[in-house]
């Protein structure tokens, strides 16, 4: 029997509809897979520039709180759900690929590599508050060789992706370890999700 999550009929969140802040297809399909089904999508427009010095992890946490945040006037009846991702080689974080040129320089640095993939999480009530969460995975990538990157370039599945790849694509042939949760690299931790839902009366029901 499907299940799907709602809240507790004696929760006060009870009939509260659900938005996320995103227009990430992976996002959706992972909601969905735990039997979460939003029923907005509506992606927030903010700037996305890191501060100085700011670290992978604090930028994956900020940006998550900032996307719901700016929605929040807009949804102040609803549930808000938002997230980020962040990939970082050492501290440095990797730029969604918008060019072959760019992902091709960030698969050069992954290769052979260990990196993180950082992922904020937050989710607001209508009350104004604010849960906030992050996950990291390890990530280990093998040394691509030159026929395997061209190869993989020419595919454009790179086209506006963290780090200039896709896990759930054909980029998962290149990785030799994961450490940490599949469906954080992919853009949405659902097990952090599922606690933080469940933290508001939120629950699987038949």
């Known amino acids: 029997m499907a299940v799907t999550f709602s809240c507790h009929p004696d929760s006060r ?10 227009q990430s297809p992976r996002r ?9 089904m939003p029923d907005i999508c509506h992606p927030a427009n903010i700037d996305e520039t890191e501060y100085p010095a700011e670290s ?3 930028y994956a946490r900020r940006m998550a709180k900032s996307k719901a945040e700016a929605i929040r006037s807009e ?12 990939v970082a080689c050492g501290h440095r974080i990797l730029p969604k690929a918008e060019d072959e040129a760019t992902a091709k320089d960030c698969l050069t640095r992954l290769s052979g590599r260990r990196h993180r993939v950082y992922g904020g999480l937050c989710l607001i009530t209508p009350d104004g508050v604010t849960r906030c969460r992050l996950s990291v995975s390890m990530v ?11 190869a993989y370039l020419e595919g454009g599945e790179w086209d ?4 200039g790849y896709a896990i759930q694509g054909q980029a998962e042939q290149f990785i030799s370890m994961i450490s940490g ?8 931790d659902v097990h952090v999700i599922s606690g933080m839902l469940g933290a508001i009366g939120f629950c699987h029901q038949p």
């Open 28 to 36: 959706l399909e992972l909601c969905r897979k735990i039997g979460l």
């Open 160 to 163: 506006g992706k963290a780090g």
């Open 75 to 86: 949804f102040s009846e609803h549930i808000i759900l938002s997230g980020d991702t962040a």
């Open 181 to 188: 949760s599949y469906a954080n690299i992919m853009g949405f």
């Open 140 to 150: 280990k990538f093998k040394q691509l060789s030159q026929n395997e990157l061209n």
């Open 13 to 22: 969140w009870a009939g509260v509809p659900v938005v996320l802040a995103s």
């Open 56 to 58: 992978p992890a604090d």
